[in-house]
């Protein structure tokens, strides 16, 4: 029932902002170095190809995604479209996996992946995005990767400092929504 009223509303909402649409995302050379920029900064040890790399990554990744997927929209309407069967994929959750995915395959040394996930609160439906930091470090120490909340323009933030949503590690907010804990 919950999820059938959540389709409506998001229909809803999409119909009454149709036209709200997005421009598909672009990133200057600039973003690129700067997010480089920062992640070879989390740790004197990370190789400043790999950050360069990784960089390169989740912005040209973002972009080549968005397109894919036909992202056209404000994150919430695409969710709508994806919810209806309008489109095949675009959840925040396919953002993560893709990008994780993604930059896994360089098989980085001094840079670890994870996947963050914010909790649903009662004003905010769950969130999970990528996220990079140092090897060996936690979640907390590292950049947020997150390309959905923008529709394929990608979002970096340090993880504490990107206070608009709770990071916590995606398995810890599993058991919790599984166990019941959480009451969303």
Not at 20 to 40: G, R
Not at 161 to 182: A, F, H, I, Q
Request: charge should be negative.
């Amino acid at each position: 029932m919950t999820r059938r009223l959540f389709a409506l509303w998001a229909t809803l909402a999409a119909l009454a902002l149709g036209g709200c649409a997005t421009t598909q995302p672009t990133a200057s050379q600039s973003d690129i170095d700067n997010l480089a920029q920062a992640i070879q900064s989390l740790d004197p040890k990370v190789d400043p190809t790999e950050a360069q790399e990784a960089a390169t990554i989740a912005y040209t990744y973002s972009q080549q995604l968005a397109q894919e997927w036909r992202v056209t929209d404000p994150a919430i309407i695409h969710n709508a479209k994806v919810i209806n069967g309008f489109r095949e994929r675009g959840l925040c959750n396919d953002w993560a996996q893709a990008m994780t995915t993604r930059l896994r395959q360089e098989n980085f040394r001094t840079l670890d992946l994870h996947w963050a996930t914010s909790p649903p609160t009662e004003l905010r439906i769950i969130h999970h995005s990528a996220l990079i930091s140092a090897k060996g470090d936690s979640m907390y120490d590292g950049i947020i990767l997150d390309p959905w909340r923008n529709s394929g323009a990608l979002v970096w933030a340090p993880t504490l400092e990107d206070t608009r949503y709770n990071w916590r590690p995606r398995l810890e907010v599993r058991e919790e929504l599984l166990s019941g804990k959480l009451p969303y």
